[in-house]
């Protein structure tokens, strides 16, 4: 069965680290490039940051550059999201995508983060 799973999410001081993952089943992540979303309740759903399938490139949404670092790991079919500098405004629930041209896309439930004091 394809899935998408994430997981470590949860409650963090401001100012503290947070380390998110999602784990693929039931296909090769090794074949897509990974996304990681996120939604806070009341707004819409906005890009954090992607990665190439080789891990080569990277991108990261504005608010987050130099805060956050998406990495990969094909062999273990996982993707992570380093998350530093936590703020209040980086509450929300994370989730990841697969995606690649000419694959179907796969969307996983999310994590929460809570980012209070």
């Known amino acids: 069965q394809v899935r998408l799973v994430a997981s470590g999410g949860g409650l963090v001081h401001p100012g503290g680290s947070l380390k998110v993952s999602c784990t693929a089943y039931?296909?090769?992540?090794?074949?897509?490039?990974m996304t990681w979303y996120r939604q806070a309740p009341g707004e819409d759903r906005e890009l954090v940051a992607s990665?190439?399938?080789?891990?080569?490139?990277?991108d990261y949404a504005e608010q987050v550059k130099g805060r956050f670092t998406i990495s990969r790991d094909n062999g273990k079919n996982m993707v992570y999201l380093q998350m530093s500098s936590l703020q209040r405004d980086d509450t929300a629930l994370y989730f990841c995508?697969?995606?690649?041209?000419?694959?179907?896309?796969?969307w996983g439930q999310g994590t929460q983060v809570t980012v209070s004091s």
């Open positions: 990665i190439s399938t080789a891990g080569g490139s990277t």
């Open positions: 039931g296909f090769p992540i090794s074949r897509y490039s």
């Open positions: 995508k697969a995606h690649g041209a000419g694959r179907p896309t796969y």
